[in-house]
């Protein structure tokens, strides 16, 4: 058996750190020593700048204020990382840093073990092989080419659109509408939840259920009760556009990166 691994796990749900440490627990021939567990960008940067011990971490993308990678910001990140996280969006930008693999969750045993054992061959020096690893993740995750147009009904005609005029897509009760930022409206045949998988999710983000916002249309962003925010648009909105307070975290992240 390899001495133990010193270990920092980065995650804000408990049952995730129970989940995670249950499946290192169950991975033979390994013994993990976890040194501690950071639920907060916060925290985490001050362990991290306080404790050089740890040989590998487990992060968590979206944690209790913000987004994980905004860390990497704060402090140097020497050691190998591990991505655990529900969504693939931040898939690419998380392999600008240490990371050596990403998992979704729930995580998969098998995926799991192929992580430990890339950080095993990385920390043997077996460079070149981690290399190769690495750009195949990178390649796989890579998004296929994302929207840079819309070809719209107006008037008896086809009218092109380019994505960079889209201050918001939202619902109303007739389908789903199209604001340009000039104030111009249009229908689109398509429904909310397919063109926010067609909408490069670094420049669109989906606000709640009825709007998907461009970055470069918000104005204003401000504190609403229950923790919630509520969003100012250009041109502006009929409907007030509300960030839950399950999102709102989130929210900021995107917003700041």
């Known amino acids: 058996m390899l001495s133990k691994i010193k270990t920092l796990i980065i995650e ?6 129970n989940r995670l440490k249950k499946e290192l627990n169950q991975l033979e021939g390994m013994d993990f020593e976890i040194l501690a567990v950071l639920d907060s960008v916060r925290d985490s940067s001050t362990w991290i700048q306080e404790n050089h011990e740890v040989e590998l971490i487990f992060m968590d993308i979206q944690i209790k204020d913000g987004l994980s990678l905004e860390i990497f910001k704060q402090v140097t990140v020497e050691s190998p990382v591990i991505f655990t996280t529900a969504y693939d969006e931040y898939a690419l930008q998380a392999f600008k840093f240490n990371s050596i693999d990403y998992l979704l969750k729930p995580i998969n045993t098998i995926e799991l073990k192929a992580a430990i054992s890339r950080y095993l061959e990385l920390r ?71 063109l926010e998988k067609q ?46 307070k399950s999102k709102a975290s989130e929210f900021k992240g995107w917003a700041d990166y």
């Open 199 to 244: 909408l490069d999710p670094s420049r669109f983000y989906r606000a709640n259920r009825q709007f998907l916002v461009a970055r470069s249309a918000i104005k204003e962003i401000e504190s609403y009760f229950n923790g919630r925010l509520i969003l100012t648009v250009l041109p502006e909105s009929t409907a007030q556009i509300i960030i839950s």
């Open 124 to 194: 043997q020096g077996s460079t070149d092989s981690y290399l190769r690893q690495l750009s195949n993740l990178v390649e796989s995750y890579k998004p296929s080419t994302y929207r840079s147009s819309f070809l719209v009904s107006y008037k008896h005609k086809m009218v092109m659109v380019d994505v960079n005029e889209v201050a918001y897509l939202y619902v109303k009760e007739r389908g789903v509408f199209m604001k340009k930022k000039d104030g111009q409206e249009y229908m689109v045949d398509f429904y909310l939840d397919d």
């Open 12 to 17: 804000d749900e408990p049952a995730a750190v």
